[in-house]
């Protein structure tokens, strides 16, 4: 027997969830017999579930900006530090909240370096099979993380963790598997690499790299 559905547990998850199911109850609720006070009531939920978790994230930028200035002036903050904090009040949900745990994560590696001047660094070519980037992996660390996105999006996704350069990314049809790597041809990718040491973050995130995907015809 299957379980009953549940709503997301995660709160950004849930507010993303909500967002979508208040835009389109309207469409169904006169064959599912909700009531024009019902949906009313949905959307004032929503609006709490927004308001609580806005209120939330703006406590948790203040708190990082404070850990940040007691290791490190404003003047060496990493472009995607300055650039969270901008746009993070205004992202939507789900990706606020991944983009701001992975904050409070590259916070914590530059705790852990007491500040200090630890970062890889990060460039890219064309090679044959795709997009070849090249990466140092700062000392003491032993890897270096990598995230990635869509150019002009907010949150950044693990890409992964490697101890060697370089990372070559297979761009041919028949390597884009997954939902959201179909989407990568013809669009440019971002890239940030921070150190990694001892099961976590170390140092300072790079600075992005902005690449265009090639569109490569499958191999016949």
């Known amino acids: 027997m299957s379980k009953e559905w549940q709503p997301p547990e995660d709160p950004g998850e849930y507010a993303a969830w909500l967002d979508n199911f208040v835009e389109k109850l309207p469409l169904y ?3 599912l017999g909700v009531t024009p006070e019902e949906l009313e009531e949905l959307r004032k939920d929503r609006e709490l579930v927004r308001g609580e978790l806005l209120a939330e994230t703006q406590r948790t930028l203040v708190e990082l900006r404070g850990r940040l200035k007691a290791v490190c002036p404003a003047e060496r903050w990493p472009g995607v530090f300055q650039e969270a904090f901008a746009r993070l009040p205004i992202t939507r949900e789900p990706d606020r909240s991944q983009m701001l745990r992975l904050l409070g994560k590259w916070v914590a590696g530059i705790e852990r370096a007491y500040g200090g ?5 990060l ?13 140092s992996v700062p000392k003491p660390c032993e890897g270096t993380m990598m995230y ?11 890409f992964g963790i490697y101890t060697r350069s ?12 997954e939902e959201d790597q179909k989407r990568w041809p013809g669009r440019a990718l971002e890239f ?9 973050a170390f140092g300072f995130p790079c600075e992005p790299v902005a690449v265009p995907v090639p569109v490569l015809l499958a191999k016949a």
Do not use: D, M, N
């Open 29 to 31: 609720a006169k064959q």
């Open 117 to 121: 001047e630890v970062r890889p660094v």
């Open 123 to 135: 460039s890219w070519k064309y090679c044959p099979e795709g997009i070849r980037l090249e990466f």
């Open 148 to 158: 990635y996105r869509s150019k002009g999006r907010a949150a950044w996704r693990f």
């Open 166 to 177: 370089p990372k070559i990314i297979f761009t041919a049809p028949e390597y884009l598997v």
């Open 192 to 200: 940030v690499a921070v150190g990694w040491f001892e099961e976590a």
